[in-house]
């Protein structure tokens, strides 16, 4: 790519590949919401079944793009599609869900069929009824982002009780994490870093939709950002779970670590800082960059390993199992947001560090993710090689959030757009 401008690279990434990818083969335009399961390369749609995790997600990119896209940002084909366009799909997706997923109390179902009803497996039986936290977060953020986009209020009461509903069960400790759920006892990094992403937006959803521009949401967001950045350690890494049985604490599931999480949660750590205002540990969180990405690199083959510290005695379950059998592998997440948050680091805080990071990141990501020959849009799961891992990770999707949220981000952190 040579000295081209990192938010060009991503601007034709995003114009050429991602988002042409999913307009045309991810939206249902006959029963609402989204199709995200394909196979690793983006070849064959496996099932018509939706996970709202998923499809909060595609809502979300629809409307950041359609907000991107009004201000000269972002261009697509006008016979494809236009930033109206963006945006009603996004609407037929919000009440895809609303008419489907979202109950009541603030809970959300996990998985849908094509039309909504009852997703069944492929022997024809229902799949377990599951709940998560995080895929109700992810309808919320979704839901929060059209919010932001269109400044209409309508939305806000259901937003409002989705997150309140996610952070209580987080706050009271064992919420349902489905596809990877903790031990009873312990508590995970991810579960405070969605609390704190669906605060960030739904604080934006308020600014947006209010009249004065006001966030009655700040001690929330407050508070949630305090509760992520509990699993900071003196070192600069974060600690991924807290596993309260002390004799428990030489496992794997207690001494590994996930850079790609943590270096994630920075930057909503950050964003969330700028918007209360209170950047008082910007110090600490800057450091924390490179040791994370220090601590993440592969020196054999570059990138960044999805986890390290992977030693000690077993403890037990689906997600320590996961941590062990997938610690080397390169994910397509866990290098575009560690892209975003060197990218920031270094732009709009003047991070040498970071800048060197972003640097060496940025160009694996591009020399490994994207699909060229061997598939469609990028091939989000690799080996520690960097070849094509043809498997599922977490859910039986191809995801359509981190890549294009992460080169949006880059694109508009180039216009300083995202600045309170």
């Not at 690279?9 to 991810?26: H, K, S, Y």
Request: proline fraction near 6%; include cysteine.
């Amino acid at each position: 790519m040579g000295s081209e401008q990192p938010e060009r690279i991503a601007r034709r990434q995003l114009e050429d590949v991602i988002l042409p990818f999913w307009l045309e083969n991810g939206i249902d335009t006959e029963h609402g919401g989204f199709f995200t399961c394909f196979d690793n390369r983006g070849r064959h749609r496996l099932s018509a079944n939706k996970f709202t995790w998923s499809q909060g997600r595609f809502i979300w990119l629809l409307a950041r793009a359609a907000r991107l896209a009004d201000r000269g940002l972002l261009s697509l084909d006008a016979a494809r599609t236009d930033p109206g366009a963006l945006v009603r799909h996004a609407e037929r997706g919000a009440a895809f869900l609303l008419d489907h997923a979202v109950h009541a109390d603030g809970r959300c179902a996990y998985v849908l069929d094509e039309r909504g009803g009852t997703a069944l497996d492929e022997e024809g039986r229902p799949l377990p009824a599951e709940r998560s936290v995080f895929a109700d977060a992810f309808v919320a953020m979704g839901l929060a982002e059209l919010t932001r986009h269109t400044g209409a209020p309508d939305l806000l009461p259901v937003i409002d009780a989705i997150v309140q509903r996610v952070a209580d069960d987080v706050a009271a400790g064992d919420p349902p994490t489905p596809p990877y759920p903790l031990p009873p006892g312990c508590s995970g990094f991810g579960a405070r870093m969605i609390v704190l992403n669906a605060r960030l937006d739904q604080a934006r959803a308020h600014q947006a939709a209010s009249a004065l521009g006001t966030n009655p949401h700040a001690d929330d967001l407050r508070a949630a950002r305090r509760a992520m950045l509990a699993h900071r350690e003196d070192g600069g890494l974060f600690t991924e779970t807290f596993v309260a049985d002390p004799g428990r604490r030489d496992t794997i599931l207690a001494r590994h670590r996930t850079p790609g999480h943590a270096l994630e949660g920075i930057w909503m750590a950050l964003e969330a800082g700028e918007l209360l205002g209170e950047t008082g540990d910007d110090a600490d969180l800057l450091a924390s960059v490179p040791a994370l990405c220090e601590a993440g690199w592969d020196d054999a083959y570059g990138g960044l390993f999805r986890y390290v510290g992977v030693s000690g005695r077993t403890y037990g379950g689906p997600y320590e199992d996961l941590v062990r059998r997938t610690w080397s592998t390169k994910l397509w997440w866990v290098h575009t947001e560690a892209a975003y948050t060197t990218r920031l680091a270094a732009e709009r805080y003047g991070d040498p560090k970071a800048a060197a990071w972003f640097g060496r990141i940025w160009d694996y990501t591009l020399r490994t993710f994207p699909g060229g020959a061997d598939g469609e849009e990028w091939i989000q799961i690799r080996d520690r090689a960097g070849a094509p891992l043809d498997e599922v990770v977490a859910l039986p999707v191809k995801d359509p959030y981190h890549i294009a949220r992460n080169l949006m981000q880059i694109v508009e952190l180039a216009a300083q757009g995202d600045q309170p």
